[in-house]
């Protein structure tokens, strides 16, 4: 786990997630990039360097928000994009090779309507890249035990469980699999990738309506660490495909979220 990269929005909580990322990339002597997204468009006759000054104007915010945390001995670097945030960070993925997105949730309270907003539920969705959900204030610690749900046990590629293995091997992890069987499964669901079973110390199957109450039925009975979740278009987040936000009606969770996409290719 080389890189990390950690967007930076205007939360005033932003300091929290990034220490949350340097403690977790000393585990893994990754280096970590701090990223901003903005848009600026230079209109005809006017000021020819304010995509220069909009940018020193975010690098200036960035270095406000790494000066806040102990970066040990981290490798923070800065990393700016003018445009659409997705292409930001496929941008830059495609330039370095990002191996790891950590994000916070829009909320902790539960009273909040949304668990991801527009933003962080953009980057989830619109993005192969494998993320990290910290909830605000969450201080790194080891994963001890890591409960990963899905509704299907097929996985095309096993470099799919890299963050997962990487994690796994660092801290000795126990990883529990939670198959959960919800209406209209096909015995092909059933069918548990052996990569993902020489991983796991065990493999509970239940039957829920939603691969989420599915979570919520064994989560106080596991009491993990970690949640891990996969993203496809027959996973997890299968009703949330046509909007980017994400209502903590249908998830959320009180701990990190390591969620795991499948390729579009898949």
Not at 128 to 137: A, H, N, R
Not at 151 to 161: A, H
Not at 167 to 194: C, H, W
Not at 237 to 261: D, G, H, M, R
Request: aromatic share 8%; glycine share 6%.
């Amino acid at each position: 786990m080389k890189n990390i990269l950690v967007p930076i929005g205007t939360s005033s909580s932003a300091h929290e997630t990034l220490q949350y990322a340097v403690d977790f990339a000393s585990q893994f002597a990754s280096q970590i990039y701090v990223m901003d997204v903005f848009s600026v468009m230079a209109r005809a006759g006017g000021l020819t360097n304010i995509e220069e000054k909009a940018t020193k104007s975010s690098k200036d915010r960035l270095k406000e928000v790494i000066g806040k945390i102990d970066a040990k001995k981290v490798d923070v670097k800065i990393a700016t994009y003018n445009g659409d945030l997705v292409d930001g960070l496929n941008e830059i993925d495609k330039e370095l090779g990002i191996d790891l997105i950590i994000i916070a949730p829009r909320s902790n309270d539960i009273q909040e309507e949304l668990y991801l907003g527009n933003t962080s539920g953009r980057i989830v969705k619109q993005t192969d890249i494998p993320t990290l959900i910290v909830p605000k204030g969450t201080a790194f610690k080891p994963y001890k035990t890591i409960l990963t749900a899905f509704k299907s046990g097929v996985l095309k590629r096993k470099r799919i469980l890299n963050p997962l293995i990487y994690i796994q091997d660092k801290f000795k992890s126990q990883i529990n699999l939670l198959l959960v069987k919800t209406p209209g499964y096909s015995d092909e669901d059933l069918k548990v990738n052996t990569a993902l079973m020489d991983i796991s110390s065990q493999l509970t199957i239940t039957e829920n309506p939603t691969t989420y109450l599915g979570v919520l039925e064994n989560f106080q009975a596991q009491h993990p660490d970690l949640l891990c979740v996969f993203r496809r278009k027959r996973g997890f987040f299968k009703k949330l495909w046509e909007k980017n936000t994400i209502p903590k009606s249908e998830f959320f969770a009180p701990i990190p979220v390591l969620i795991l996409c499948i390729q579009k290719k898949d």
